[in-house]
């Protein structure tokens, strides 16, 4: 599991790559922190390459949001396979995030 | 003694700073949940700090006998444990008997002789598990004979030294007054007669020995404590943390545990956890309230029940515990520590004397004996009960050692140990030093970690017990009430002895053998010395009347340790605890007197 960082036309972009179990939680947990500092940017959350998202997965890009939320940056999600956009859907996320 | 031209009553200023040190130990001890060996150390420190006694004698009882004696004696316990030997005996001596009659005879006549060479705490404590299996397989309830096995190991233990905790500490109080050490044998005869009267007595006032329903029966199906429901898709409770969405802590119960769709394991909850769409939330308490929620938050019924005490999860284990007298649990409820986070477990109900408390587990303040339906991990069994010695016991707590040729090594090291001790071919302390030196030589008990056998909340206990005798001797306690007594009882030795025992056995029977013969000893001591008698008898009634106190699950180490699996009330042991104490101070007085003369 991979994450990259970017700044892009002053958004923040996470790159997400592989498969985010639970055993890749705790690493991604910390690759993100720099997402927390959010004030001013939006957030776009890419899972182009994301293959599989778990229940601790979700919890990261719930922590995102609530981060986010009060700083008036919006977090966007990009780029979902069907599987991805099945677990979004039954967990009630699609209704949480913004999709681009 | 100190000289102090401060009086009162009678007494110095630090003749009433031990006086009211001791008291407030017997209070703090009866009273409050505040550990023993912390009231003890606590009432040392008071002592050193305002110059009742000076540092070498505060300090000199953790070198003293009995602690010694003690720690050795943990490793020689260890080393038959792990070697098997005390498993042997457990599951050969209790068989299969006709009737209740036999089953008591049964239990009690190996439990008498095991406690005399093992001490009474240690035969208890190894026999409960087995005793709770036995009563199942007889059908009989359990505290029929649990109670059964407290007395006999409590009258066993009178006849040795190493039988009972106080034995020790009068011995080696004995010996710190006149230089001379007791035999180990020394209490056999007076010690022998109790017991078999004691015995006796149970078999044949049985009808009193109450009948308590067994702690885990009350908690036979889990399905009746947990329900789950489900968090459909659209509910808005998605995204909020469980405490925000008003679904951790309910009416009638409380959030144990998250199933996520993914089979994921939250667990305990904490209350800033999230919701996800499909989690089962698993709540413990009163069902038909936590129903409620179905309507009142949008719940749905989870499809099919995951637990059942018989069917469950690999994931998941279910553990019966009983709250340990001294727990830190005690008064206090799940809410209010950290207990469920730190040990990775959840309280799903709460028994009292074999019925379920009613109400929202996390909430219920808990008592000592309490039996708890703990939801634990799979794994680490043997961790989490080294973590919570102390607090809680696990009914399932099981260790089965191989039988091999070091059962028998370590067997005869323990008789050895005993020939040599009792024919005086070396002190007590260097005979068990040396036992459990070659326990260990020989592989019989393991030496990395052979510390962590060592009880040493009760060696910080028998270390600081010996600071009270000598501040009682050297503020003049001592001499002052021996006077008083012997003013007020005349100068008949008979009865000032009578007064005495009574005196000691009743607060034994509130605070415990140890610390009555700590305060005890220095008094009767000077009394016999005061009417010119022979102390000898006077002591060996001291350590007998401590150690009869059965009225009371707080006196009796032994009985505190049957209190939660018998699921006991406190005031059972006073049925027939009373009757007993009479009778066997009695007997004591009359048989002592009869061995050794005063004169």
Redesign the interface.
Known sequence: MNTTFKEENKDFVMYFEGRLD?AAAPKVEQDVAPLNDCTGHDIILDCTKLEYI???G??IF?AI?KNAKPKGSHVYIRGMNDDLRQ?F?????T??FEFK | MIDCELTFLGFSIYAWITILTVLSIFFVMARTRIPAEVAFLGALTILLVTGVVTEEEGMAGFGSEPVVVHAAFFVIIAGLMQTGVLYWLTKNVLGAPKNYKNALLRLMLPTCVMAALLNSVNVVALFIDAVKIWSRKLNIAPSKLLLPLSYAATLGGMCTLLGNSSNLVVAGLYLHKTGQSLNVFEPLLPGLVLTIVGVMMVMLLQRYIPQRESAEQSFETTSDYTVELLV????PA??NSVEEAGLYNVKGGSLVEIV???R?IIMPVPKDE?I???DRLIYAGQINEILELKRTHGLAAADHHVWSINDIDTKRRMRTAYVTFGSDLIGRSMTQCDFEQKNNVALIAVARQGRRVEGQPREIHLQAGDTLLLECPPKNDEQLERNNRGSITFFDSHFVPQLGPKTVTSAVILVLMFIVSSFHMLPLMATTMLAAGIMMLLGCCRMTGVTKYIEWELLLILGSTVVFSVAITKTGIADIIALQVLQICGNNPYIIMAVMCLLASLVSEFVSDVGASAVFFPIMYQQAELLGCNPMPFVMLLMLSVTISFASPIGSSTHMLIYGPGSFRFTDFARLGILMHIVLLAIALLIVNLLYPLY
């Open positions: 639970t778990s229940s601790s979700l919890r719930l949001l677990v859907a039954m967990t009630g996320f209704n949480l | 459909p898709t659209d509910n998605v995204g996520r769709f993914d994921e999230w996800i769409g499909g």
